[in-house]
Structure formats: structure tokens, C-alpha cells
């Protein structure tokens, strides 16, 4: 009973990959992205309204002179798998990869284009991905997190070249 036990629980905390899931929904209303001190990683407040907002990390800035902060991406994305649909985060290595920019460069770009989050959601809406899902690392999260994601149709672009192509905007910034 107790061997049974364990190996349930060893299984909850293990990577998951479905064969492939398709990406269902974007959430677009909780904002694509949160801040983060440049030096220790903390999540930092924000205000998603007032993206001029600059926020300084306590700790940091007690240490050296306030460091600056960066934006990264928390997406919040419905995929469906052979079985199931389930809601999942993509954190910003992830989400570089289907955003194709960084949050900073997707915020810029927001600024200029302001209905280009909810664009960005409608091109990922159908995109054939593979993803390994893995639980929080704290165990206390209502999601499941995307460690790895792969895109699995031959044409993809990433979605900064398609709104870029839509809005008819020039070339991408070096990537970051």
C-alpha cells in the first residue's frame, strides 16, 4: 500500500509529453507578461494598465543602486490533447519560442499596435505543438507548466513576424 503510494506521488511530479496537443485559446485578459528584477529573478508589482510603470526590487536595490526590471511572459494557454483539454503557463523560455521576441520587444510592439495581444492569441489559436508539462516546482500551482515546447506544422513563424507582417512593420530588433 505504502510502495503504491509512493509511486503515485513520484508519477504526479514527473514530466509530461503528450504526442502532440493543439493550442485551443489564449487568455489575454491577466496581460502576457509580468516583471522581474534583472538581478535576483523576483517577480516584481506591477501595473499592466501603465506599462511605462518601472518597478524596483526591495532587496536589489538595498544592495546596489536599483536595479532595472524586465518584463517576461507568462502566457495562460488552453491545449488539447488526444484526451483532455487542459489549461496550461508558458514562462517566458517557452513562450520565447511560440512569441518568437522578447516580452520587452512584445510590449513595445503592443504600445504602437494596442490590439496586437489579442491578434497574437487568434494566431496561436490552432498551432500543433509538443509540449513537455510539468508540475510547479513548489507543488502549489493551479496550472501545469510548459518546460519545452515544440512546433510541430513545417510553416510555423513565430508570432512577432506574423503581427509584423499584418501591421506591415519593418524588420525585428536583434533578438535578445
Known sequence: MEAARRKAATAAVEAWTPPYCTVVGVDTSGGFWYRACT???????????NPNSNPICRLCSQKTFAPPSKRLYRLLV?????????????FDRAARVL????????VDFCRTHPLAAEKAAEVLEGEMCRMTLTPSKKGNAEHLRVAAVETLRTGFRPVIETLRKMYGVGASKAKS
Open 99 to 106: 512569441m518568437g521576441c522578447s516580452a520587452d520587444e512584445f
Open 39 to 49: 538581478n535576483c529573478e523576483r517577480t516584481l508589482p506591477d501595473d499592466h494598465r
Open 78 to 90: 488552453s491545449i488539447a490533447t488526444v484526451d483532455k483539454v487542459v489549461v496550461v503557463v508558458c
